[in-house]
Each structure stands twice: as C-alpha cells, then as structure tokens.
C-alpha cells in the first residue's frame, strides 16, 4: 500500500512564502514522477507541476517564477517552494505520485494522491 502525506500548509500575508512537503510512504521500489495541484471553491483543478526522478521540473503558467518543486527519491518525498504568495493561490494543495513501482506486488505501475494541505493567503 501507497500513502501520501501533505503537510506544511497554512496562513500567510500575500507575499510571503510556504513550504509544502510530501512524503510517500509504503513498499515502494521506484516513483517516475511526483507533483502538486490544487483546488480552489468556484475554480477547476489546476495542476501546479511535476518533477521526475531524474530531477526535471515543470509549472503551470500561473506559478511558474514563484514556485519550485524540488525532491529527494532516497525519500519518496517532494517539495513545493512557494515564494511571493498571492490571494489567488488559496487552494488545498494535493500532492501526487505516478508510475509508482511497489516491492510488494506484480501490479502494473500506479498512481496516487494524498488527502491534501490547506494553504490560505490574505491580502
């Protein structure tokens, strides 16, 4: 089994910063890619960016400048670096894991997502 855990959420003024941690725990053998969206009251889920083993990073438009995802395999972890905070990035932030690899089963790779982090920003 897979979980997910967010943490490092909470308030800040605008322009402050966070950082948001994930930690995937479990027999896991390997995770291709981790990453964060989030999701906000009247506003569709928005996928913020990814980051793969081998360290290349991606970001939504709306971040990109602002944040950073960082990780460290040796602890099936990733990091969300979220500088100059803005109203507009309220949201609960979700952290995810695909093309996990388990030690445990045959199964084909899977993916999966923790319960999410509150991150509230006031102007």
């Known amino acids: 089994q897979v979980q997910l855990v967010e943490s490092g959420g909470g308030l800040v003024h605008s322009g402050g910063s966070l950082r948001l941690s994930c930690a995937a725990s479990?027999?896991?053998?390997?995770?291709?890619?981790m990453g964060w969206s989030r999701q906000a009251p009247g506003k569709p889920r928005e996928r913020v960016g990814g980051?793969?083993?081998?360290?290349?990073?991606n970001y939504a438009d709306s971040v990109k400048g602002r944040f950073t995802i960082s990780r460290d395999n040796a602890k099936n972890t990733v990091y969300l670096q979220m500088n100059n905070l803005k109203p507009e990035d309220t949201a609960v932030y979700y952290c995810?894991?695909?093309?996990?690899?388990?030690?445990?089963?045959?199964?084909?790779?899977?993916?999966?997502w923790g319960q999410g982090t509150q991150v509230t920003v006031s102007s």
């Open positions: 479990g027999s896991i053998f390997s995770i291709y890619a």
């Open positions: 995810n894991a695909d093309g996990v690899v388990l030690t445990t089963t045959r199964g084909p790779p899977g993916d999966y």
């Open positions: 980051i793969s083993s081998g360290g290349h990073a």
